[in-house]
């Protein structure tokens, strides 16, 4: 079967950094998403990995390792808008995405 | 640009009752998509459409359907709602099938 893991929750200080990692299993790998979402709103696009390595865009890094099929997010100098959830998604052989249950992410001053 | 539209926001249903949740985009994506995202589980793929014209279906189809007649409107109808329906909906859009998604506000469905 198809699985996406990452953490239920986590907590983080304001001004800190925070990881947040996905494990994958799917048939068939077409790239690696990423989305937040705030609670009550819908998901935005983050960042996207299809080759392995690490893709920085301002505060937010991502990064994929394929043979481990493991990525992770990297949020720094975290802010109080940063409280949200955080979705990971890998795009299977059908180019349909499969989620993981996300990970809220609870930012403290 | 409204990028994409869902109506109804929340709505309260009966039972055996049937109702479409709108979906309109005018970003002229080829691809749309339905999806349902229940506590403490990922966001699962109802039906797709990867072009106007086709539909798919996803992971939990049973008791939904959907139409694809223009780019713009992606429908999706419960024939005969039940109370594990209960969600939030989101309808997504993407340029084509391998690109990023982009998400309506979401519908929340209740049915009693």
């Known amino acids: 079967g198809q699985n996406i893991d990452q953490p239920t929750e986590m907590t983080a200080t304001e001004g800190a950094i925070v990881q947040i990692n996905c494990t994958y299993q799917?048939?068939?790998?077409?790239?690696l998403f990423w989305y937040q979402q705030h609670a009550g709103e819908a998901p935005t696009f983050l960042s996207y990995?299809?080759l392995d390595g690490l893709e920085e865009k301002g505060r937010f890094s991502s990064f994929l390792s394929r043979s481990k099929g493991y990525s992770y997010l990297l949020l720094k100098e975290l802010q109080m808008k940063d409280s949200a959830s955080y979705l990971c998604?890998?795009?299977?052989?059908?180019?349909?995405?499969?989620w993981g249950a996300g990970t809220k992410l609870i930012i403290k001053p | 640009t409204a990028g994409i539209t869902q109506a109804p926001t929340s709505q309260i249903l009966a039972a055996g009752r049937s109702m479409t949740l709108r979906c309109t985009q005018d970003m002229r994506h080829n691809a749309m998509y339905w999806y349902r995202q229940d506590l403490g589980l990922g966001l699962r793929l109802i039906h797709y459409?990867?072009?106007?014209?086709?539909?798919g279906k996803g992971e939990v189809p049973d008791g939904y359907s959907v139409s694809r007649a223009n780019t713009d409107d992606f429908p999706l109808t419960l024939a005969s709602a039940v109370p594990s329906q209960t969600s939030v909906y989101f309808c997504a859009s993407s340029d084509t099938a391998d690109n990023e998604q982009f998400f309506g506000p979401g519908t929340r469905l209740t049915v009693l």
């Open positions: 990995n299809v």
């Open positions: 799917t048939s068939g790998f077409n790239g």
């Open positions: 459409s990867n072009t106007a014209g086709t539909t």
């Open positions: 998604a890998v795009m299977d052989s059908n180019y349909q995405l499969i």
